[in-house]
C-alpha cells in the first residue's frame, strides 16, 4: 500500500505525486519550517522492539485544522498520543514552536497550551458538566469563571446544563464536554481522536460544525478522523498515515480529488458522490 504506483514510465520507475513528494523527510523538512506543532522522523511504539510509528514526520501551522486520516490501526491515536507526551519517544523530535517537547509529560504540555481529546473515555459520567470542566482547570483553578465564560460561547449548551451529569447527556453531547474541559486550559493547539466516531450522522456534523467554531476562536485543530472525507472537507491540510509513516500530505481539498487516497482510502465511488 505504501508504494501506490500512480505514474509509471517508460523504464517502469513510478514518480511520486505532490502529495507523495510533500510527504518526503524532504519535503517535511521544507514545509515546517514555521509549524506551531511539528513532529520530526519519529519512532515509537508499545511493546520492545515493536515500531508502531516509524519515520513519521507530521507539522500544523499556528491556525489550522490539520487532518489526519488512515486505515484502521496505521498508527492515527498512536501519533496523537506520542504529542501528547503519552508514550516514549525512541527516536525523533516533537517541537512546540521553537521548544523542544519531546517526550515531555501530558501535565507539563497542558501548561504550554496542548490539549488532548482522546477517543474514549474523555468525560467523568458521574460527574456534572460543570465538574467536568472544573476537572479541566484543577491547575489553575483561579481562572475557572473566565474560562467557563469563553467555553459557554463556544458550546452555549454546555452552560445551559452544566448541572446535569455527563452520563446522562447524548454521544455528541459528551464530546462537547470533552472538548470544552480541553479548551478550559487556553490550549493554542487542540488534537481530538475521531470526535465523530460512534455518533449519528446528525450529531456528527454538529461536531465538525464544532470543531470549526473552536478553530475559528484561534485554535489550532489537530484532527485524527475516520470519518475522511468529512475531515478533508474542514481541514486545511491533510495527512494519510499509513503504516507508521506518513505517505501524503496535502490541502484537504487536493487529497479528496487525489486519485491514490481515492483508491486507497475513500473509496472508489468517493469522487462520483461529491460535487466539489
Ligand atoms: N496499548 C497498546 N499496546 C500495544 N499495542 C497497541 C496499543 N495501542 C495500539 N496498539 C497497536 O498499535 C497499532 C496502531 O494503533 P492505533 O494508533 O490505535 O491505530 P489507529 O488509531 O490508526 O487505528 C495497532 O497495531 C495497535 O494494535
Ligand atoms: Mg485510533
Do not use: W
Not at 516514549?88 to 521553537?98: A, C, M, Q, Y
Not at 465538574?131 to 463556544?154: D, Q
Request: charged share 20%; aromatic share 6%; proline share 5%.
Amino acid at each position: 500500500m505504501r508504494h501506490h504506483e500512480r505514474d509509471v514510465d517508460a523504464t517502469g520507475a513510478t514518480t511520486p505525486s505532490a502529495a507523495q513528494l510533500a510527504a518526503s523527510p524532504q519535503g517535511h523538512q521544507r514545509n515546517a519550517v514555521d509549524a506551531l506543532l511539528r513532529a520530526d522522523d519519529i519512532t515509537a511504539g508499545y511493546l520492545p522492539g515493536i515500531n508502531i510509528l516509524e519515520g513519521c514526520n507530521f507539522y500544523a501551522d499556528d491556525g489550522e485544522i490539520v487532518g489526519i486520516i488512515g486505515p484502521n490501526g496505521a498508527g492515527k491515536s498512536t501519533l496523537l498520543k506520542t504529542l501528547f507526551g503519552l508514550i516514549p519517544v525512541r527516536h525523533g523530535s516533537v517541537t512546540l514552536r521553537d521548544q523542544d517537547i519531546t517526550s515531555a509529560p501530558a501535565h507539563v504540555l497542558v501548561t504550554k497550551g496542548v490539549g488532548y481529546v482522546p477517543q474514549t473515555q474523555n468525560v467523568f459520567a458521574s460527574l456534572t458538566i460543570e465538574e467536568n470542566l472544573e476537572m479541566g482547570i484543577y491547575l489553575k483553578p483561579r481562572k475557572f469563571n473566565e474560562r467557563m465564560a469563553f467555553v459557554s460561547e463556544v458550546f452555549p449548551l454546555l452552560a445551559e446544563r452544566r448541572k446535569v451529569k455527563a452520563g446522562a447527556l447524548s454521544g455528541g453531547e459528551r464530546q462537547m464536554v470533552a472538548m470544552g474541559r480541553a479548551l478550559m486550559m487556553e490550549p493554542s493547539v487542540l488534537l481530538l481522536d475521531e470526535p465523530s466516531a460512534g455518533l449519528s450522522p446528525m450529531f456528527q456534523d454538529q461536531v465538525f460544525i464544532q470543531i470549526k467554531k473552536v478553530n475559528a476562536t484561534g485554535v489550532t485543530v489537530i484532527l485524527v478522523e475516520q470519518n475522511a472525507r468529512r475531515c478533508l472537507q474542514i481541514c486545511d491540510r491533510g495527512y494519510v498515515l499509513d503504516q507508521g509513516r506518513n505517505a501524503y500530505t496535502d490541502t484537504g481539498q487536493n487529497l479528496r480529488h487525489d486519485p491514490a487516497v481515492i483508491e486507497l482510502y475513500l473509496g472508489t465511488l468517493a469522487g462520483r458522490s461529491e460535487k466539489q
